[in-house]
C-alpha cells in the first residue's frame, strides 16, 4: 500500500504522516489504548465516522526496494496506517463504529461546517 498526508484541509490540525511504501504491512499495537476520531474515506465519499483505533503501533513491512523496516508511530500517524491496511482486508471504516449516531453525512453530522473538528 502506499499512504502519506501533507498539509491538507480537510484534517488542518494534525501532523504529517511522510509517503510510504509498505508492501506485506505487519500491525502490532503498542499498548491497550485506543483512541476515537473522526474518519472519512474516499470510498464513502460525504460521510465521517467515529471510529476507535489503537493510538500508539509498530509497523513493519517492505518498502518499493525491498528493504524491510519498522516504524513506532501514535496519534494520526498511526490512525492512517490502520485505515489503510483495512482496505487490504476488505474493511471499511464504516465497520469499525460502534455508535452510529456518530456516523453519517457531513452536512447532517455537522450542519454550518466543511469538516468535523477533530475531537
Known amino acids: ?6 498539509a491538507n ?3 488542518p490540525d494534525v501532523e ?6 509498505l508492501v506485506n504491512p505487519m500491525l502490532a499495537p503498542l499498548s491497550d489504548e485506543i483512541e476515537e476520531g473522526w474518519e472519512g ?3 464513502v465519499p460525504g460521510m ?3 471510529v476507535p483505533r489503537w493510538h500508539r503501533l509498530k509497523y513493519a513491512g517492505f518498502d518499493e526496494q525491498g528493504k524491510r523496516f519498522e516504524r513506532s508511530v ?3 500517524h498511526a490512525r492512517v496506517v490502520q ?3 483495512d482496505h487490504l482486508d ?3 471504516y464504516p465497520m469499525r463504529i460502534r455508535d452510529l449516531s456518530k456516523f453519517g453525512f457531513n452536512e447532517a453530522l455537522f450542519p454550518g461546517q466543511d469538516l468535523p473538528s477533530e475531537d
Open 74 to 76: 501514535e496519534g494520526f
Open 90 to 92: 476488505g474493511v471499511l
Open 41 to 43: 474515506c474516499l470510498s
Open 16 to 21: 504529517e504522516v511522510p509517503d510510504t511504501v
Open 1 to 6: 500500500m502506499i499512504f502519506g498526508v501533507q
Open 83 to 85: 485505515h489503510e491496511c
Open 48 to 50: 465521517r465516522g467515529w
Open 9 to 11: 484541509p480537510r484534517y
